[in-house]
């Protein structure tokens, strides 16, 4: 039986205030959160301000980049789209895609408290998952939760039940051993590679499902 | 002292203070996490201090700056919409409404009723906040 994995989140809000509320909702829906506070402390987090990682810097792979779309300096959108084309330099200043650039394949979802209709659209065409309207509620974030388990490949059906029934579980009881049961094996690269071998341009977008009009 | 709690929950509610925000919050509380909405919303009347501020001072400022006025009420009105703070976010749309036309007078006025809006409530929360500690 394969062990259930967390999914690590990463989201990004200025404010403090949504970003305790959005860490809460990913906690209870069983993910990993590292909340920042700026597009730039998730560039660097990522390793994508010249730095050459593909792992978080903590070395955890990140399976979900939840954005705040109002953001001072760095807006969500700017954000979206430095990663959906995140390509490295190498030593010798020759743009090549590196194992780095499968951060472009991460799935990236924007919030915003505003229903922008041109704003959801430039965001969706840039490659965002999904716009979600703030405030977001836990549905929507057990939703997210689901399609991404779902994305990571066919053979993690298994590891999606897991990670819901040890989800409702712990709520229930409060189980401390089942957090430590469910201490994740990193998703590497490799496991990314072989398990979805479609881009994730092809997937479904699930903004065909999202809160649009 | 539970119905005690409820029931101000339940004018709160009547009265426009707070919306099913703040319900959605009190749901993600357990055990683990007895504090949640009260940590939140302590969190939220910090960091309006700081907004309000910076309100005032740019008010005071000529010629006025309605982009940056725009920006700190939003700021304001998106973290009062995450806790459920309904009459609050109200007076931070009218004030944006003002900003819009550039109409300094009506944001003077309308900043007014955001500050006593923010104040009431948070006297409000406050005793609703002891009452419900006290009960469980």
């Known amino acids: ?213 | 002292m539970q119905r005690q709690s409820a029931s101000m929950k339940r004018n709160l509610f009547h009265q426009d203070y707070l919306d099913e925000q703040f319900n959605e919050l009190e749901e993600l509380q357990d055990d683990d996490n007895p504090n949640f909405v009260e940590e939140v919303v302590n969190l939220f009347f910090t960091d309006s201090v700081r907004l309000i501020r910076n309100v005032d001072l740019a008010l005071a400022n000529e010629p006025c700056d309605f982009g940056r006025l725009d920006d700190l009420m939003h700021q304001v009105k998106g973290s009062s919409s995450s806790i459920g703070a309904k009459r609050v976010k109200r007076e931070c749309s009218k004030f944006q409404e003002y900003c819009n036309e550039r109409n300094i007078d009506g944001c003077k006025r309308a900043f007014q009723g955001v500050k006593q809006e923010y104040a009431t409530l948070k006297t409000k929360l406050d005793a609703y906040f002891q009452v419900a500690r006290e009960a469980s």
């Open chain 1, 1 to 213: 039986m394969e062990m259930a994995q967390e999914l690590h989140v990463l989201a990004v809000d200025d404010s403090h205030v949504d970003r305790k509320v959005i860490e809460r909702l990913l906690k209870i829906s069983c993910c990993k959160v590292t909340a920042v506070e700026s597009g730039t402390r998730a560039l660097q987090y990522l390793g994508l301000d010249g730095e050459k990682s593909s792992m978080g810097i903590d070395g955890l792979k990140v399976n979900l980049i939840l954005t705040d779309y109002s953001m001072p300096g760095m807006t969500g959108y700017e954000l979206l789209k430095k990663i959906k084309s995140s390509l490295t330099v190498n030593d010798a200043f020759i743009l090549v895609e590196q194992e780095s650039s499968v951060l472009s394949k991460i799935p990236v979802v924007i919030m915003s408290s505003e229903k922008i209709l041109p704003r959801i659209d430039r965001c969706l065409e840039e490659g965002a998952e999904e716009f979600l309207l703030k405030p977001v509620k836990l549905s929507d974030v057990k939703r997210l939760r689901d399609f991404i388990l779902r994305g990571e490949g066919d053979d993690n059906k298994e590891t999606e039940k897991n990670i819901k029934q040890v989800c409702s579980r712990k709520r229930k009881f409060q189980d401390d051993l089942a957090t430590q049961s469910m201490l994740s094996a990193v998703v590497t690269v490799h496991d990314i590679e072989l398990s979805s071998p479609e881009s994730s341009e092809s997937q479904q977008p699930l903004s065909k499902q999202s809160k649009i009009g």
